[in-house]
């Protein structure tokens, strides 16, 4: 699923118009529909300004995934331990959920998913440490 039809999808399901999302976002209704499709990108301000309305990060918007859909995808993963899924279950009640979230798919991005698996592990054992 592309960004725009990610964005669609939320926009229709929060029940947000597309003129009242222009409205809101400043983006014109032709282009956030031409957004939307897909026809074109997203520029860099425009994205950050409809996902702020919906309450989203924008990472979510190029993963087209939620928060909730990517934890469910890596609670399935078969290489993460039970150690791991604790740090995932732990990371996912913080209140600071979007800083991590951001914060582990970076270090995926950059060293790899053992070294995500690290920190998970790492989220596990402090949390463990705080109960």
Request: glycine share 6%; net charge neutral.
């Amino acid at each position: 699923m592309g960004v725009g039809a990610y964005l669609r999808r939320t926009r229709e399901r929060l029940g947000i118009s597309l003129r009242a999302m222009s409205r809101m976002s400043g983006i014109n209704p032709t282009s956030l529909s031409q957004y939307e499709r897909d026809e074109v990108s997203f520029t860099v301000d425009s994205l950050q300004r409809v996902c702020k309305w919906y309450g989203i990060e924008p990472w979510e918007a190029l993963a087209g995934k939620s928060k909730l859909e990517i934890y469910e995808e890596l609670k399935k993963d078969p290489q993460l331990s039970a150690e791991h899924k604790r740090g995932l279950d732990a990371a996912s009640r913080d209140p600071e959920i979007s800083e991590i979230l951001r914060q582990l798919e970076e270090i995926a991005r950059e060293k790899g998913p053992d070294a995500l698996k690290r920190v998970l592990a790492v989220y596990a054992l402090m949390n463990q440490s705080e109960e």
